[in-house]
Every structure is written in structure tokens, then in C-alpha cells.
């Protein structure tokens, strides 16, 4: 236990992390700040949309980014279908190109109606659920604080990251990879499902620091991500109820690993799910840690796992460091970081009002900050060389005095009212977790949308 007159990082005791699915920083809180000529209340830039962003349409005109407000019809299903998230549909979206480009090349972020143009098709012609009437200009929808009151109250009271780029530009689980194990082993898409390399996990069991992953409902996918994960003992792993439960007893691990709900009618917020259930997911583990007696130790990270073909206007930087020496599959070196996500660093010892990046030129946050992070707090060896080099970002935490306003007061959590275009199928993620753990699948639900299935164009 760190000492009772410790101070930053040394004062947290507990770690918690809630990482969610598929959005861009851009789609979720690019308009956090625009009224306010995109500056925080203390001042400090905020890379998010003017309203003046374009891409250029399916006959070359500029299409401007346009506002998700809780009026927008569908507005908690946009962009009404699932956009391309593998490393070829991301390099469409960020080149225009599916081929890589030369090192070093800036990307110019006019591909994303291209792309959905383009992925809407071939879904159509695969049996896809698409919202009626989705158009690929929906891809330049983003939403509005007042239809993401939660997320954007949780932002603007706490710190937002508005430099938190994925770590790898493709799909899900080799991006959960890095999260959690620093490398993706060369991995570029979901075709991968598991990993044989040691996991944060391993390493916080080897240093005596406790830690549990919580699914939402059902046995977490990310029991059999890893070896040390596949053997660790049942206490590991919970739900999230037993979440709350320790959180209110104060009996909380030092980290904690949260998973959404897979399925198509889940809170997981994967494009073309209901993005309301996944505001009352953020609502209900905030309210939880803030209402137990631990919550003056804790630090709560939200992120996304990945930008899941959603529209973001900034480059994602070159210069990243190759995890290890494995070669990448379709011929990636792992030199460069994936599309900018959300990120939100939360505590009562940070400041309200916090725009928190590194400085310019040095390495970014990414999903190995967060390793980064746990390893300076548990003094924990690098897992590789990538999270060896990712700057930590204990440093936000500058109050010495822990707050005790609640941000999420007056806060009414949106609901859809509807369910989605896409509530009748298995999901691909929910098809991965019950492959990996044994778990047979209903007969009753339909066919898996697979995003591997993206045929070459």
C-alpha cells in the first residue's frame, strides 16, 4: 500500500479500465468544444472540429461533417452500418488507397466516404443489417455533447486525451493485444483470435499485485486471450455485478479490465449497435467507483479499442516503436499508430476541465500508456519494447486534494427506444468469445458479420 501522504500516481491503489469498441475521437468528441472555439475552461487547445471538415463525396464534391444531435433520427445506430476496420479499409480511409504508402507519408484523411461508400456495398450484397436509407456521407456524422451526455460530462469534468491514437491502423483484437500485451505478434486482423505471448497480467501475478477482468454478463473473452490469462485461476475473472460489488465494499483489485456486453444488442457501442447502452455502461462504472470508499485511490481510464472506420480529421503520426522483431502480417513494420480514439482519464485528483496530451514531437499516448502506466505505478518490467517506450500518464493527476463534485449531476442517460437494424444477428466479437471459450452459440440467432469477409477492392 503507498503511503497515506503519498502524492500523483503513488496515491492510486486501484487502476480501472473500461475499454469499449470502435469509434473515432472525432465521431464521439470532436464537438466537445467547438462553442468554445475549441479551448478547455482552463484555456489549454483542443484538437476537435471546427464544423468546417470535409471529405470529398462519391462524385468528388466536399461533404462537411455534419452533427449527431438526440434529434438526428437513428441517432444511437449511426452511421447505420458498420464501417471497414481492417488494415486495408483503414488505409482507404486515411490514403484513399488500400496499398500502403512509403514510410513517412502523411495521411490525408479524404477516404472515409470512399471507404463506406464502398463497405456499404458489399454488405448489401452480403445480407449486412444496414440502417434504411444509410448513406456513405453518414460516416461524416459526429456526435453532439448534448447526445453524449455522459461521455462528454465524464470529458469535460475530468481529462480528455485528444492525442490518444490506437495502436495498430486495423480491427480489434490485435489492438486489445497491445492494450494488454504490448504486441500483437505480428498480427494485423481478427483472423487471430488468441496469443502465445505474456500478458500485463502475467506480470502483475509475478509482482503480487492483484487484478481481476470483468465481463459484463458472461465470462470475459479476454480469459483465453493469453497463456497467462487461459491458466489463471476463476478468482481472476468476474462480471460486471461482482464489479460493482467490489467497488462498493471497497475490495477492488489494483487492476481492474473491463469488457462490454458482444452482443448485437449489447453496450459494447460497435457501429451498428446502440451507442445509448453504452453511455448507461460508462454512467453505471463511473457511479460505481465514485460511490465506493476506494474512489479517492482510484484512476478510471475509458478508451476504444479502435476507430472502426468512424471519420477523424487528424493524421495518425508515424515513428512508433516495433513491439519486437516479428514481422507483420501484409507487410506492416508496426511504424506507425493507428486513427486517433477517445480517451478519458478519470479521478478526483485531476483536474476538471483538462485537455492532457504529451508534448509535440514526442512519442504519443496509445493503448501501451496504459501498460506504461501500470508498470510505473507496480514497477513492473516493460512487457516490450513498445510499452517501453510509451510515455505513462500519471502526471495528470495534479490535485493533492481529492474532489468531491460529482460531474454526472443532473445527468439523464439517452436511451435509443428502439432496438437496432442489427438485434437479430450474432455478433462477430460475441462469435469470437464463445469459439475461444467453448461456448456453444443458439441455433436461433443468425449468421456472424464477419469483417475479415471484406473482399479485396
Known amino acids: 500500500m503507498a503511503a497515506s501522504n503519498a502524492t500523483g500516481l503513488q496515491s492510486i491503489e486501484h487502476i ?22 475549441n479551448k478547455s475552461p482552463a484555456g489549454q ?21 455534419s452533427q449527431i444531435t438526440p434529434s438526428t433520427a437513428n441517432a444511437y445506430f449511426m452511421p447505420g452500418a458498420d464501417p471497414g476496420e481492417g488494415y486495408t479499409a483503414t488505409n482507404d480511409q486515411l490514403w484513399g488507397s488500400d496499398t500502403a504508402p512509403a ?3 502523411a495521411a490525408t484523411m479524404n477516404g472515409f466516404i470512399k471507404d463506406f461508400s464502398y463497405t456499404i456495398g458489399w ?5 449486412w443489417s444496414i440502417l434504411p436509407g444509410t448513406t456513405a456521407n453518414d460516416i461524416m456524422g459526429c456526435f453532439t455533447p448534448g447526445a453524449l451526455p455522459v461521455l462528454s460530462a465524464l470529458a469535460k469534468g475530468y481529462a480528455v486525451c485528444d492525442h490518444w491514437f490506437c495502436s495498430v491502423p486495423t480491427e480489434t483484437l490485435p489492438n486489445r493485444a497491445f492494450a494488454l500485451a504490448g504486441t500483437s505478434q505480428g498480427h494485423m486482423d481478427d483472423k487471430t483470435k488468441t496469443y502465445s505471448c505474456p500478458s500485463i497480467f502475467g506480470s502483475l501475478t509475478k509482482a503480487g499485485v492483484s487484478w481481476v477482468v470483468y465481463g459484463y454478463d458472461a465470462t470475459p473473452l479476454t480469459k483465453a486471450d493469453f497463456p497467462d490469462t487461459s491458466s ?43 451507442v445509448s447502452k453504452g453511455e448507461q455502461l460508462i454512467h453505471d462504472t463511473y457511479e460505481a ?23 477523424d480529421h487528424v493524421a495518425p503520426p508515424w515513428g512508433a516503436t516495433p513491439p519486437d522483431s516479428t514481422p507483420g ?10 486513427p486517433r480514439v477517445p480517451a478519458l482519464l478519470i479521478s478526483p485528483l485531476i483536474q476538471a476541465g483538462t485537455v492532457y496530451r504529451v508534448p509535440d514531437g514526442t512519442t504519443p499516448l496509445d493503448h501501451t500508456s496504459i501498460l506504461k502506466t501500470v508498470e510505473q505505478r507496480w514497477n513492473i518490467p516493460a512487457l516490450t519494447a513498445r510499452d517501453k517506450a510509451a510515455p505513462g500518464f500519471g502526471d495528470v493527476l495534479t490535485l493533492t486534494t481529492p474532489r468531491t463534485d460529482d460531474v454526472l449531476s443532473g445527468v439523464t442517460v439517452p436511451a435509443a427506444g428502439t432496438e437496432g437494424p442489427s438485434a437479430n444477428q450474432l455478433s462477430h466479437l460475441e462469435a469470437v468469445r464463445r469459439e475461444v471459450l467453448g461456448v456453444a452459440s443458439p441455433e436461433s440467432e443468425g449468421a456472424v458479420q464477419d469483417p475479415d469477409a471484406r473482399p479485396s477492392g
Open 103 to 105: 514510410s513517412g507519408t
Open 289 to 311: 467507483l465514485r460511490s465506493g470508499p476506494k474512489w479517492d485511490q482510484t484512476l478510471f481510464v475509458l478508451t476504444y479499442d479502435e476507430h472502426g472506420g468512424c471519420y
Open 232 to 274: 489463471a485461476p476463476a478468482s481472476n475473472f468476474g462480471e460486471f455485478k461482482d464489479f460493482q460489488a467490489a467497488a462498493k465494499a471497497g475490495t477492488l483489485p489494483s487492476f481492474s479490465f473491463l469488457e462490454p456486453s458482444w452482443g448485437s444488442t449489447g453496450n459494447s457501442q460497435h457501429p451498428n449497435y446502440d
Open 123 to 127: 454488405e448489401k450484397t452480403d445480407g
Open 329 to 338: 502480417e501484409q507487410g506492416f513494420g508496426f511504424d506507425r499508430f493507428g
Open 16 to 37: 480501472v479500465v473500461l475499454m469499449l469498441e470502435n469509434r473515432s475521437f472525432d465521431h464521439m468528441l470532436g464537438f466537445l468544444y467547438t462553442d468554445a472555439g
Open 45 to 65: 487547445s483542443y484538437e476537435g472540429l471546427t464544423g468546417k471538415e470535409t471529405n470529398p463525396g462519391t462524385d468528388g464534391s466536399p461533404v462537411t461533417v
